[in-house]
């Protein structure tokens, strides 16, 4: 199954006579936002990020390439949303509050999906916070295992 990211920036209106901000977004396969898709896991595991304000994205890559070697057996990191499992074999996604239930079942992909959309959203992060920034990344094809 082919996946493909779509990075960009939206205008956010809120009520109240507040001003509108420009915030981030993402589309899965152009997809409407909200559509159900297998990796909308993923793309909410993302948001946890905070756009790297504190070098979170950074330093999950890093342990990411540490497990990809070999360095690490694993590596897990709780975000606000989710808590990403990383093993060589695969990445699990569990609820960081609920767990595994219906309503957020557990899901894995495997780590190279993992990490291309990591080192997607870093390059992203990176690119000017304007409603002219776009980044379309295409996650590699495979099944993770053991999930």
Not at 39 to 44: C, K
Not at 70 to 90: D, V
Not at 112 to 138: N, T, W
Request: proline content about 6%.
């Amino acid at each position: 199954m082919s996946v493909r990211f779509k990075f960009f920036y939206t205008w956010l209106h809120s009520a109240f006579g507040h001003p509108p901000q420009l915030v981030e977004a993402r589309n899965i396969n152009g997809l409407a936002i909200g559509a159900p898709h297998p990796f909308y896991r993923l793309s909410g595991a993302l948001s946890d990020f905070s756009e790297n304000r504190y070098g979170h994205v950074d330093l999950v890559l890093n342990a990411v390439e540490r497990v990809e070697s070999g360095e690490r057996a694993e590596y897990e990191w709780e975000g606000q949303g989710f808590t990403s499992h990383i093993t060589r074999e695969r990445v699990r996604f569990e609820h960081s509050v609920f767990g595994e239930c219906p309503e957020w079942p557990i899901w894995c992909c495997t780590l190279a999906q993992y990490k291309a959309a990591l080192q997607g959203y870093r390059r992203f992060l990176d690119m000017p916070k304007s409603i002219e920034s776009e980044l379309i990344i295409e996650l590699p094809d495979g099944e993770p295992t053991g999930c």
